[in-house]
């Protein structure tokens, strides 16, 4: 896979980090609740971080800041999944979760797909 296509994945996920991050941040427990709105943060955080180099079909750019930035959206995502209980039961809040879940996990996955190419010498 090459890292234009990596980028492009990834960027596909980043769509679920965002409607996520939208649905935390219009949710009445996000007014007041400063940890689920700093994960909220975080999570445009992230987004924001990518956008240029996306913008400009820069893929070694990216894939550096989005392996730089992914154990800070993880913690997030850990974070969110300890206050969870907390914060709210709804089936909505649960199924935010799974998907921020799925799309970390297949961002990272794409992150070592690239370091692992990178590392492997050209036959």
Request: proline share 3%; charged share 25%; aromatic share 6%.
């Amino acid at each position: 896979m090459s890292p234009d296509e990596i980028m492009r994945r990834i960027d596909t996920q980043l769509a679920h980090v965002w409607v996520v991050r939208t649905f935390l941040k219009h949710s009445e427990e996000a007014e007041d609740d400063a940890e689920l709105y700093e994960i909220v943060r975080v999570l445009y955080d992230y987004c924001l971080a990518l956008g240029p180099s996306l913008t400009a079909g820069d893929a070694d750019t990216y894939l550096k800041l989005a392996h730089k930035k992914l154990a800070k959206l993880k913690q997030a995502a850990a974070h969110f999944a300890e206050i969870l209980p907390r914060v709210s039961a709804h089936t909505n809040f649960q199924m935010a979760r799974a998907s921020l879940d799925a799309a970390i996990a297949e961002i990272e996955r794409l992150v070592l797909t690239r370091e692992i190419a990178s590392d492997t010498p050209a036959t």
